[in-house]
């Protein structure tokens, strides 16, 4: 089922993907560019949001992984209170 385009929200300028897009991104990139994660926002440049198995939500950056919060509930709430 194709969801209707909307804009979604915007993190440093990746946009949060739909759950078809999701789907679509897993079955598309390289297992090594995904490192076992689920992405979670475009590809914006080389930086790319992502859910780990365990359930972190990580930056992948390049070659580079940076943990921004251990959950989901955590992620949203320490973006809330950068943006306020």
């Known amino acids: ?3 209707a385009y909307c804009p979604g929200l915007l993190f440093d300028g990746a946009r949060l993907l739909s759950a078809d897009e ?4 897993t079955r598309r990139a390289p297992q090594e560019d995904l490192r076992g994660s689920i992405p979670l926002t475009n590809l914006q440049g080389f930086k790319q949001l992502a859910c780990q198995p365990g359930g972190s ?3 992948n950056a390049g070659f580079n992984v940076h943990v ?3 959950s989901w509930a955590g992620f949203l ?3 809330l209170v950068d943006t306020i």
């Open 1 to 3: 089922m194709l969801l």
């Open 22 to 25: 999701i789907a679509d991104e």
């Open 57 to 59: 939500i990580v930056l």
């Open 68 to 70: 921004k919060a251990t």
């Open 77 to 79: 709430e320490r973006t």
